[in-house]
């Protein structure tokens, strides 16, 4: 059964510095390795897709590496916003199935 | 284009209660899927499906049936709900195969059972 841990749960920064979330997963066998935001009460939108063949994406201000075969994955967040604000999952997947971490909280004080 | 719909957004029910979540999709994807999230514990797979007629269990399946009638919806049915069955409902689709580029979540179905 895949195990996905994020470190930390929750993280409270100043405006501008930069943001390191880390993820977790006990399964290496993973098709991909995905990211997402949720705003309080909202759903989830997606952020990037690491397929396993890849060992990083980037879009804008963020970057997000992947290390397979150590189970670990990175979200930098370059030059944090207060809209930045959010919880952040990663969610790996096995066959059709997509495991999720618990999540990191973060806050940027403006 | 509307993505993943599910409705509806709020419900109460009473302990033993049944009803049905509905989740539709219209961008023709084949894999389609319910997930419950509860604080502190993430999102927890229940059911999904493959394609129309195609359905499996998920991580926490107890007490919930889906069908896949057409590629477009994907019901959650509750039988008898459960206070435990109290939470946050999301459905999410993704094409399969070469064309995958990530999975499309809805805005979630917040449940509460008394």
């Known amino acids: 059964k895949q195990e996905v841990t994020q470190i930390p749960a929750a993280l409270s920064v100043p405006e501008g510095e930069n943001l390191v979330l880390n993820c977790s997963f006990t399964?290496?066998?993973?098709?991909?390795l995905q990211w997402f935001r949720q705003d309080p009460g909202k759903g989830l939108t997606s952020l990037l897709l690491?397929?396993?063949?890849?060992r990083e994406q980037t879009s804008g201000r963020l970057n997000a590496s992947l290390d397979k075969s150590s189970g670990r994955s990175t979200l930098y967040i370059a030059a944090s916003q207060p809209g930045d604000s959010a919880t952040y999952l990663c969610a790996v997947r096995n066959d059709y199935k997509l495991s999720f971490g618990a999540g990191t909280t973060v806050t940027v004080r403006a | 284009n509307a993505g993943v719909t599910q409705t509806p957004k709020f419900q109460v029910l009473k302990t033993g209660q049944s009803m049905t979540l509905q989740c539709a999709q219209d961008?023709?994807?084949?894999?389609m899927s319910w997930y419950r999230q509860d604080p502190g514990m993430g999102l927890r797979l229940i059911h999904y499906?493959?394609?129309?007629?195609?359905?499996d269990q998920g991580e926490v399946p107890n007490g919930y049936n889906v069908s896949r009638s057409t590629t477009e919806d994907f019901p959650l049915r509750l039988l008898s709900a459960a206070p435990s069955q109290t939470s946050v409902y999301f459905c999410a689709s993704s094409p399969t195969g070469l064309n995958f580029y990530g999975y499309t979540f809805g805005s979630g179905t917040r449940l509460t059972v008394v």
């Open positions: 690491i397929q396993s063949s890849q």
């Open positions: 961008m023709n994807h084949e894999y």
């Open positions: 499906s493959v394609g129309a007629g195609i359905t």
């Open positions: 399964d290496s066998a993973i098709y991909n």
